[in-house]
């Protein structure tokens, strides 16, 4: 399975705009990129995803690079409630199963 | 909707019993997954279902722990018997067509084996 590589932790100001990385080199031409997040003590929530084209949705944008090897998750305005961790995910849709694979991802702090 | 149901929402045992973990999925919803949280290794895929067929338990610790899923409704994990290293948070995800790519959390049962 193709893996991604995102920090450890990063830390943001509140109402600043967040970028969350994500490098998954070995992504396949039928991966799609997601992205998660956890807040303290609940399961984890779909936040995006995409395949090629950058994305938009009311809780972020995604950016895709071109050659897919890299992505980008974008918080426009970080709040104290985006304090969480951030899991990007490939989710590989192959012929018989479809896997949905967890990273440590990436905890994030916002700064008051 | 009601969303992933998950019971119990805390479990405390001792070591050498029964454990049975409880899921009700989305309606409609044709996958369900079971992973597991821990601090040491993070969110861990355990099994998961199509349409009430196991399709992968490659991370199924060992023979102790088991998943059924008897209709499209229900699922259960059950870990017979027991141990203190078990104590985790066990998460149940349901997803929609594959084509939508989202997985719809439950809040999760917090197991600990004294």
């Known amino acids: 399975d193709a893996k991604t590589t995102q920090p450890n932790s990063m830390e943001s100001n509140e109402e600043e705009p967040v970028h969350l990385p994500c490098n998954h080199s070995t992504i396949s031409g039928t991966d799609y990129i997601h992205w998660y997040r956890q807040l303290p003590s609940q399961g984890p929530e779909y936040v995006i995803h995409?395949?090629?084209s950058n994305v938009n949705n009311r809780m972020a944008s995604l950016a895709i690079a071109e050659d897919r090897k890299s992505s980008t998750l974008i918080l426009h305005r970080a709040t104290l409630r985006d304090a969480a961790v951030y899991y990007c995910?490939?989710?590989?849709?192959?012929?018989?199963?479809?896997?949905?694979?967890f990273g440590p991802g990436t905890s994030l702090s916002v700064i008051p | 909707d009601a969303g992933v149901i998950q019971s119990p929402r805390h479990e405390v045992t001792e070591m050498g019993q029964e454990v049975t973990l409880r899921c009700k999925p989305i309606s409609g919803h044709d996958y369900l997954f079971w992973y597991r949280q821990t601090m040491m290794r993070g969110l861990e895929l355990l099994i998961y279902f199509n349409n009430n067929v196991p399709i992968d338990d490659s991370g199924m610790p060992e023979d102790r722990f088991s998943a059924k899923m008897p209709n499209a409704s229900f699922s259960t994990l059950k870990i017979q018997p027991s141990e203190p290293r078990d104590s985790a948070v066990y998460f149940c995800?349901?997803?929609?067509?594959?084509?939508?790519?989202?997985?719809?959390f439950g809040e999760g049962s917090r197991l600990t084996v004294l």
């Open positions: 995409g395949l090629t």
């Open positions: 995800a349901s997803s929609p067509d594959p084509d939508t790519g989202e997985l719809f």
């Open positions: 995910i490939l989710r590989d849709r192959g012929t018989s199963y479809d896997k949905v694979i």
